[in-house]
């Protein structure tokens, strides 16, 4: 990657990555989505953005990002409750993994000026340091400052946002051991609980990564909905507690950011299904083993 790609945010765009070819292709293969399931009448579900950062060069993009989703806009809290935003359809969530204090000078102002609630998922372990988790050199919020414990309180308490946990020290907790991993729910959760004075419910999994295991021991840690990086609608009305989310960033196209706002980008849930049962089976092949057909 380029170093002005990095330097204009590019990095955390899950489309940016791939090329302008392949972005552009998935504009059509999305819209092409979009059409065939508002043809099929197919129940639209909630989306559920994931931010990282919003740095004072993007809140021009970012602010146009959130006129976009205003009318649609509603908590998790509120979804959970049973209550819906007013306008159109499908409704959305705005969440930001990590806690960067950029996001509490930048995003939640002007979400709070147009009326668009945020849910931030923040590490204790990092309160009012620069990441201490690994980032990439290079990476753009590799030096952001991560807000401290007051400051996201203040933020809380003057209601420009709800908080979860997104472990106490931003682990892959799937490769944690078990020891390690209930440490990192359960010490989160409990100093998120003593700064705030309220129940914490909400997990985001950091990096996206989880299995059967982290999701049993997330519930038994007593968090009640965990948010993941699956690219898939939410479904509350079927019960539904592993939230699925699309990572979305100032620097998108509008094309783009419009067409994950409509659901449109949840047929990639579908294509990572189909491509990881693909994918043993085509090494396999190229080892020379036979293929076993599973059942």
């Known amino acids: 990657m380029s170093k002005a790609e990095i330097q204009l945010g590019r990095y955390r765009s899950p489309y940016a990555r791939r090329g302008q070819m392949v972005r552009i292709a998935y504009v059509i293969i999305s819209a092409i989505y979009w059409l065939l399931t508002r043809l099929a009448g197919r129940p639209r579900g909630i989306v559920v953005l994931c931010y990282h950062s919003v740095r004072t060069d993007q809140l021009q993009r970012f602010t146009w990002q959130m006129r976009h989703t205003a009318r649609r806009a509603v908590s998790p ?11 159109g359809s499908p409704y959305i969530c705005v969440t930001f993994d990590d806690g960067f204090e950029n996001v509490l000078k930048n995003a939640l102002p002007a979400m709070q000026a147009l009326g668009v609630p945020a849910t931030l998922f923040v590490v204790p372990g990092s309160f009012g340091m620069v990441p201490a988790w690994g980032m990439p050199v290079g990476h753009p919020d590799r030096e952001e400052r991560v807000a401290s414990g007051p400051e996201l309180a203040a933020a809380a308490r003057r209601g420009l946002c709800s908080i979860g946990s997104h472990t106490f020290s931003h682990v892959r907790l799937s490769q944690a051991k078990r020891a390690e991993m209930m440490r990192e729910l359960s010490d989160s959760k409990e100093a998120l609980e003593e700064l705030l004075d309220c129940e914490i419910v909400d997990l985001a999994f950091p990096y996206g990564d989880y299995d059967a295991t982290t999701v049993e021991r997330a519930y038994s840690s007593g968090y009640r909905r965990l948010f993941t990086l699956d690219p898939r609608l939410w479904h509350p009305e079927k019960g539904e507690t592993l939230v699925g989310r699309f990572l979305v960033c100032p620097e998108m196209w509008r094309v783009e950011f419009a067409l994950t706002c409509a659901g449109a980008y949840a ?29």
């Open 77 to 87: 809290s509120a979804v959970a409750s049973g209550r819906r935003a007013s306008g």
């Open 267 to 295: 047929w990639r849930a579908a294509w990572r299904r189909v491509w990881q049962r693909l994918r043993p089976a085509r090494q396999r092949r190229a080892a020379g083993a036979p293929e076993v057909v599973a059942t």
